[in-house]
């Protein structure tokens, strides 16, 4: 089996600072880059594009008129990780000649740099990758269609931008005229762009990309944010009341309504953790199993820090509070007692769970599921194992931590084991027993049989056989059990993992375990 572990570091680096790639190897590089490549990498590179059109076209009259350097010009007066923004623009425009003369491995910074979900970006913004994208996949006349769909819009338009080989000009043009924006807390406005895309054939994923770009903004500027005028509220139907079952004496609920969150995490800004592989296979049977349960499903990927506190604070104005229950599922790698954000911070259990228990939600029933390590340690089927628990809570209203409690893939201080192809034991079992048999057992009988199931697995990992592994529910401050709806396939739910994730590049061994190795470099 592929296996690998939500603790491990990133033993894969990319050493190329001051080695591979330097100034003077930035300008043989220039050298091999026809114009159009160079407006490209300039497009994907900078970080304030409210301000990028003069520039990048001034940048432009300088190279017609000189040929110089404009790629190190820029970079010169932004240098700050000028390195990593270079590779991962050239990997995106697919350069590849460019690749083999530096002495890499496209297909190994493919895995990196090029996921097929078109959202992931590792050091450049990646609402500006999905609009590089967007102008690869238009032909000439949709160019022409679109511009002229444009400049209805805008009364003026700047008379010397006429080149439709420059989209990416164009489009910083729009930005600078404030007809979309793309700002650097995260904010974006696309929807003078989405109104055209809409009416075209053939471009749906970028499309639906674009416009899971306009509507995710408000997790990076929550308090500036309307929410009563946001369209993307209509999506979230207010529904029935819990309806108990006919034993309800027993205080057994039979739920009806539900949210569940999902934050999976696979990339990560730094060095020191690994690449999740496999955690897309785990978000999409993630979302296959509550959409068929009928719950309202949002996924976000990749958050740092404050997008996850913001999220989880949050949920009660971006989603509501009519639900019986609220399952918010954690992907990520992890240590003793929570879990680490994309920008590699760590985000303690107790945290998550004081951002999530308040007033607002104190009456629906809050379960966390959490697919991360929990420490160092290997379990193997004849350790002693033991349970390291701290629950010391400062509260300011101990009513709002009632109906709440976290099932964890791991005991604290202990792995847990991730296929990088087929996903997590812990949360496949999960959606399995909870497809299979959640409409019968109730919420903690089926608990006991995911234990039950995943306890039995093996597995080797980094030499070591007899790999085992024991999920654990903590806190349990529930009032009552529950039983989920009878689980029916979600039609949408399959069309939305097959569109978003076909070809995607995690299930090859080779490729995760090789190392940046240069080859020979011709620069």
């Given at each position: 089996?592929?296996?690998?572990?939500?603790?491990?570091?990133?033993?894969?680096?990319?050493?190329?600072?001051?080695?591979?790639?330097?100034?003077?190897?930035?300008?043989?590089?220039?050298?091999?880059?026809?114009?159009?490549?160079?407006?490209?990498?300039?497009?994907?590179?900078?970080?304030?594009?409210?301000?990028?059109?003069?520039?990048?076209?001034?940048?432009?009259?300088?190279?017609?008129?000189?040929?110089?350097?404009?790629?190190?010009?820029?970079?010169?007066?932004?240098?700050?990780?000028?390195?990593?923004?270079?590779?991962?623009?050239?990997?995106?425009?697919?350069?590849?000649?460019?690749?083999?003369?530096?002495?890499?491995?496209?297909?190994?910074?493919?895995?990196?740099?090029?996921?097929?979900?078109?959202?992931?970006?590792?050091?450049?913004?990646?609402?500006?990758?999905?609009?590089?994208?967007?102008c690869e996949a238009l032909?000439?006349?949709?160019?022409?269609?679109?511009?002229?769909?444009?400049?209805?819009?805008?009364?003026?338009?700047?008379?010397?931008?006429?080149?439709?080989?420059?989209?990416?000009?164009?489009?910083?043009?729009?930005?600078?005229?404030?007809?979309?924006?793309?700002?650097?807390?995260?904010?974006?406005?696309?929807?003078?762009?989405?109104?055209?895309?809409?009416?075209?054939?053939?471009?749906?994923?970028?499309?639906?990309?674009?416009?899971?770009?306009?509507?995710?903004?408000?997790?990076?500027?929550?308090?500036?944010?309307?929410?009563?005028?946001?369209?993307?509220?209509?999506?979230?139907?207010?529904?029935?009341?819990?309806?108990?079952?006919?034993?309800?004496?027993?205080?057994?609920?039979?739920?009806?309504?539900?949210?569940?969150?999902?934050?999976?995490?696979?990339?990560?800004?730094?060095?020191?953790?690994?690449?999740?592989?496999?955690?897309?296979?785990?978000?999409?049977?993630?979302?296959?199993?509550?959409?068929?349960f009928g719950f309202t499903?949002?996924?976000?990927?990749?958050?740092?820090?404050?997008?996850?506190?913001?999220?989880?604070?949050?949920?009660?104005?971006?989603?509501?509070?009519?639900?019986?229950?609220?399952?918010?599922?954690?992907?990520?790698?992890?240590?003793?007692?929570?879990?680490?954000?994309?920008?590699?911070?760590?985000?303690?259990?107790?945290?998550?769970?004081?951002?999530?228990?308040?007033?607002?939600?104190?009456?629906?029933?809050?379960?966390?599921?959490?697919?991360?390590?929990?420490?160092?340690?290997?379990?193997?089927?004849?350790?002693?194992?033991?349970?390291?628990?701290?629950?010391?809570?400062?509260?300011?209203?101990?009513?709002?931590?009632?109906?709440?409690?976290?099932?964890?893939?791991?005991?604290?201080?202990?792995?847990?084991?991730?296929?990088?192809?087929?996903?997590?034991?812990?949360?496949?079992?999960?959606?399995?027993?909870?497809?299979?048999?959640?409409?019968?057992?109730?919420?903690?009988?089926?608990?006991?049989?995911?234990?039950?199931?995943?306890?039995?697995?093996?597995?080797?990992?980094?030499?070591?056989?007899?790999?085992?592994?024991?999920?654990?529910?903590?806190?349990?401050?529930?009032?009552?059990?529950?039983?989920?709806?009878?689980?029916?396939?979600?039609?949408?739910?399959?069309?939305?993992?097959?569109?978003?994730?076909?070809?995607?590049?995690?299930?090859?061994?080779?490729?995760?375990?090789?190392?940046?190795?240069?080859?020979?470099?011709?620069?």
């Amino acid at each position: 089996m592929i296996l690998s572990s939500d603790s491990e570091r990133y033993i894969a680096t990319l050493d190329i600072h001051g080695k591979k790639i330097n100034k003077n190897i930035l300008q043989k590089i220039e050298d091999d880059l026809d114009i159009d490549e160079k407006i490209s990498i300039l497009f994907l590179t900078m970080d304030n594009y409210t301000c990028g059109f003069q520039e990048i076209y001034d940048l432009l009259q300088e190279h017609k008129m000189q040929k110089s350097h404009i790629l190190s010009k820029f970079f010169d007066k932004y240098p700050i990780n000028w390195e990593n923004k270079l590779l991962e623009a050239i990997c995106i425009i697919q350069n590849k000649q460019i690749i083999q003369k530096l002495g890499l491995s496209f297909s190994i910074l493919e895995l990196l740099y090029l996921p097929k979900n078109r959202l992931c970006s590792r050091h450049l913004n990646s609402v500006g990758k999905c609009l590089y994208l967007l102008c690869e996949a238009l032909t000439v006349d949709r160019i022409q269609l679109l511009l002229q769909n444009v400049k209805k819009d805008l009364i003026e338009y700047e008379k010397d931008l006429k080149d439709i080989d420059y989209l990416e000009l164009h489009m910083l043009y729009w930005m600078q005229q404030k007809y979309i924006s793309i700002h650097s807390d995260g904010k974006v406005s696309l929807y003078n762009l989405l109104k055209h895309l809409k009416r075209m054939d053939d471009l749906e994923l970028i499309y639906e990309d674009l416009k899971y770009c306009e509507n995710h903004q408000n997790v990076f500027d929550i308090k500036k944010t309307n929410l009563s005028s946001t369209s993307r509220l209509e999506t979230f139907s207010t529904k029935e009341v819990v309806q108990m079952l006919p034993n309800n004496e027993k205080g057994i609920y039979k739920m009806k309504t539900g949210l569940c969150i999902i934050i999976s995490q696979m990339l990560f800004l730094g060095q020191k953790f690994e690449t999740r592989f496999g955690t897309t296979a785990d978000s999409n049977k993630l979302l296959e199993t509550f959409k068929g349960f009928g719950f309202t499903v949002k996924i976000f990927n990749n958050l740092k820090k404050y997008e996850i506190l913001e999220n989880l604070k949050n949920i009660p104005n971006e989603f509501g509070t009519d639900y019986d229950c609220i399952f918010v599922c954690i992907l990520s790698h992890g240590y003793k007692g929570g879990i680490i954000s994309s920008d590699e911070e760590e985000v303690s259990c107790e945290t998550i769970e004081n951002y999530i228990c308040c007033n607002e939600l104190k009456d629906v029933i809050k379960i966390v599921i959490v697919q991360a390590c929990q420490g160092q340690a290997t379990g193997q089927a004849n350790d002693s194992l033991t349970i390291d628990d701290s629950g010391n809570y400062n509260i300011s209203n101990i009513l709002a931590h009632q109906n709440f409690c976290i099932f964890m893939s791991t005991m604290q201080g202990f792995i847990s084991v991730r296929h990088k192809a087929e996903g997590s034991w812990f949360i496949q079992e999960f959606c399995n027993v909870l497809q299979d048999q959640g409409h019968r057992l109730t919420f903690l009988n089926a608990v006991n049989k995911i234990i039950q199931t995943v306890i039995q697995k093996r597995g080797t990992l980094n030499g070591t056989d007899s790999i085992a592994q024991l999920p654990e529910l903590r806190p349990y401050r529930l009032l009552t059990d529950f039983q989920l709806p009878e689980y029916r396939m979600h039609n949408r739910a399959l069309e939305y993992i097959y569109y978003h994730t076909k070809n995607t590049l995690y299930n090859d061994e080779e490729q995760t375990k090789a190392t940046f190795k240069p080859h020979n470099c011709s620069y």
